[in-house]
């Protein structure tokens, strides 16, 4: 059976951008693959190295937003980074085989860093190594679990072509040792802000959670943007230039031609709209919110699914890193 590796930092609750970018695709797979999904502490840490309670914290949090949105214990392990040395070994040695060059070429991390400049200084001089290496580190993370399949947002992509760089590298070194690993994105790969920009990110306040009950869906909702020329509730208006139309698209329940036709017709108010829109995703994600309130009120179910992951990870890592230390000629006492 092929292997699923992928994962999020812990640093705050997922929202639809999340869910619609990698989640649904990586509850759908998981019962086809053997599926690893990692809580990357030691990544959040590189651009919260100064706020480890936060990470701490949130590594619960992002735990319990799996289990909401899906992902089930019996067929995904769940796990922790920090937990699993061999990746930090495994890093090491990868590091020497990137350029410097090559890893300030990284169009996520440079984004990352311009919106970093309270940590990394005006354009980034003041980088430290470990955020400019993270993607070594991510690289690590997927082969030393022998991963196939990375099921992620669009945003990795430039991750994913510097693991399959280093994996070929490798193999070129030091023989034949790992598989170059695909992404593997979803049909939406990256879903619109309420607001309309084009991501929707907690720094923009365009977001809704998984988590989130109906009031706050119902408030964020009212703030969504509508077609601009639309003035009175019974004027006709384009819905493909309305975020409440884009929303109800994604949250599709067969009323579509419908709302798309009362809209055009100036049949439609816009807060009536916004209202059922609210309904809709309310409707979704309250599955989701009932089994995060089960998890909430059963930590210690939580932690044993993360020591029970965290256990196959490490297993699969000593195995692949026996290898790796073989090829590399660094079994010394075997
Ligand atoms: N970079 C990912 C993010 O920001 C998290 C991550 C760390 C990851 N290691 C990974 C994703 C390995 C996929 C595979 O969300």
Redesign the pocket.
Known sequence: MKTI?????PTGRLHLGHYFGSLQNRVKMQYDYDTFI?V?DV?ALTDNYDNPEKVRNNVKELTMDYLAAGIDPNHSHIYI?SLIPEVAELTVYFSNLVSVARLYRNP?TKHEVGQKEHLFGKDGESITYGFLG??V??AA??TALD?DI?P??E??LP??EQTREIVRKFNNIYGDTFKEPEAVLSSNPRIKGLDGNEKMSKSLGNCIYISDEYDTILKQVMSATTDPNKIKKDDPANPEVCMVYYYHKLFENNDLDKICSECKKGERGCVACKKELAQKIDDYLRPMRERRKYYEQHPEEVEKILKNGTEAARNRAKEVMNRVRKNMKLDYFE
Do not use: E, F, K, N
């Open positions: 590796i992928t994962g999020d930092r990692l990357a990544q980074q996520t993270y993607p580190s991510q993370d997927i991963g990375v992620v947002g945003d990795q991750h994913l």
